[in-house]
């Protein structure tokens, strides 16, 4: 069997370490920077990195309509800003968001560098052992829409939400050597490619 | 829940990656560097140009300055503390920084020591010409390594020097026996433990950006292409005939910084550069990569 082959978007932040994780994970990966490149794709990840500085230059050779397109039929995983960017609720016009997730997010609502933290969080999905998952920066999850799962929380707040095939996280798993989260999408990606999704859109 | 760690402050050099960091010196300038898709923004009341022209000791900013620049934005606000002023750079985290650049830039307080950055909960920048310098500041704390470059110059060749040091000091390091790593260390200057982990993984620990002299599109997809993960823009973008486009431009550069269409698409219509002066033709008191070791 073929190996789920994983876009990075590759504007701008920690797109290299993500597809170094995919591929940790079982997966192939690509940093896509030209919408010709989705073609080939089963899944995007939006890494972490500054949203303002990918809603720039979104639009440039890769559009945010191209990924909307693209995220009606393949799964999209968001970090930190890349879930800034597939969620919803942010009403500054330095920031466009795609709307694929229903959850009302605040930028970096928990402070600036001084207080981005680490903190073991338990995974819905793997519970045995905790996820060291390090918040840089971080977004908070004000709320969620029904069709939203959480998947993880941090003091009282989802951290890790899906929502059909798509997946957000406001820390960064790529930061880490654990690839329970990014397995995680493979297994949904792979499940959307083989036609047999158990997770509806 | 721990804050501070290692690990989150090159976390956030890890975001800066593929981004341009841009110098700007009131909110004004800011405000165009962010719409312009700066990954952060360097907050000084002088660029190097000026400090170059103005003379006398450069300090650290104003914090009122800096203050108003971190309410303008929402990237994160950088700013510099002169070499081995530890007090400035309590005064910069106190006052919520995201980042302190340990900057050659100002006027060194002392010419022995640097900070010991690892009493710090946040992350700093140093300057480097060459690898062993690179892992001094690691060594210290660092969390991430530019170039130092000739800064306030528009002149490249000084930050192309410093890359390719570096780059090329690390892949020596790989390809050498384990039994001259300890030489190595003692011919670089540099932490023994630093040097053999370079040996093993090929690349420095933290984020390696540059920094110094770059002034146009091609000057960023150079300093790309020769291994640097991001830039630094001081004077040559508000010392431009058009800051606004320059700045998109180098952002759009730095993306597609192997992509020779975009680059020549983004150099297309800009005005004039930074006038710029040459870094051969500086005496050494003059230049400011020789401050700090």
Redesign the interface.
């Known amino acids: 069997m073929t190996k789920p082959r994983i876009g990075v978007l590759g504007i701008q932040g920690a797109y290299a370490r993500h597809a170094e994780m995919i591929v940790l994970a079982g997966g192939e990966s690509e940093i896509v920077k030209y919408r010709e490149q989705l073609d080939g794709l089963d899944g995007l990840i939006l890494p972490g990195g500054e949203s303002t500085t990918m809603t720039k230059v979104l639009g440039f050779r890769i559009t945010h309509d191209d990924i909307l397109d693209f995220a009606r039929h393949k799964p999209v995983f968001g970090t930190c800003a890349g879930l800034i960017l597939i969620a919803c609720g942010v009403t500054d016009p330095r920031v466009r968001q795609l709307g694929l997730i229903d959850a009302n997010i605040s930028r970096n609502a928990y402070g600036s560098q001084k207080d981005s933290f680490v903190s073991e969080i338990s995974l819905e999905f793997d519970r045995g052992v905790p996820f060291h998952a390090v918040f840089i920066r971080a977004p908070l999850i004000l709320s969620v829409g029904g069709s939203v799962t959480v998947l993880s929380v941090h003091e009282n707040a989802p951290v890790l939400i899906g929502s059909g095939m798509h997946l957000g996280a406001t820390f960064h798993p790529e930061l880490t050597h654990d690839t329970r989260i990014h397995r995680y999408f493979i297994q949904t990606v792979k499940e959307v490619k083989d036609g047999k999704t158990t997770r509806s859109q | 829940?721990?804050?501070?760690?290692y690990?989150?402050k090159v976390?956030?050099a890890?975001?800066?990656?593929?981004?341009v960091i841009m110098d700007v010196t009131n909110v004004e300038q800011a405000k165009i560097a962010?719409?312009?898709?700066?990954?952060?923004v360097m907050a000084l009341e002088r660029i190097p140009a000026d400090i170059r022209a103005f003379g006398g000791i450069a300090r650290m900013s104003n914090p009122e300055m800096i203050l108003k620049i971190?309410e303008a934005v929402?990237?994160?606000?950088m700013a510099k503390c002169r070499i081995g002023h530890f007090a400035e750079a309590q005064i910069l985290?106190e006052i919520?920084?995201?980042?302190i650049d340990e900057s050659e830039v100002l006027t060194p307080a002392d010419e022995e020591n640097h900070i010991w950055k690892k009493d710090f909960?946040?992350?700093f920048v140093c300057g480097c010409r060459n690898l062993g310098e690179a892992l001094r500041r690691i060594g210290e704390g660092a969390a991430m390594i530019r170039t130092k470059g000739e800064p306030g110059t528009g002149d490249i060749v000084e930050a192309v020097r410093h890359m390719r040091k570096v780059v090329g000091e690390i892949r020596r390091l790989t390809i050498l026996d384990q039994s001259e790593l300890m030489a190595e260390a003692k011919n670089l200057g540099a932490p023994f433990a630093l040097v053999e982990w370079i040996a093993k993984n090929g690349k420095l620990p933290v984020p390696n950006f540059a920094a110094g002299g770059i002034a146009t599109p091609a000057d960023a997809s150079l300093m790309m292409q020769l291994g640097a993960e991001a830039v630094f823009v001081g004077s040559g973008i508000f010392k431009s005939d058009d800051p606004k486009q320059r700045a998109?431009a180098i952002?759009?550069a730095?993306?597609?910084y192997s992509?020779p269409s975009?680059l020549a698409e983004v150099s297309k219509g800009l005005k004039d550069a930074m006038a710029g002066i040459s870094a051969a033709g500086l005496d050494d008191g003059e230049k400011m990569a020789k401050r700090g070791w």
């Open positions: 829940m721990k804050k501070g760690t690990e989150v976390g956030l890890e975001m800066l990656k593929g981004g962010e719409d312009a898709g700066a990954s952060s971190k929402s990237i994160p606000v985290q919520g920084v995201d980042f909960h946040v992350p998109e952002v759009k730095v993306t597609h992509d975009v």
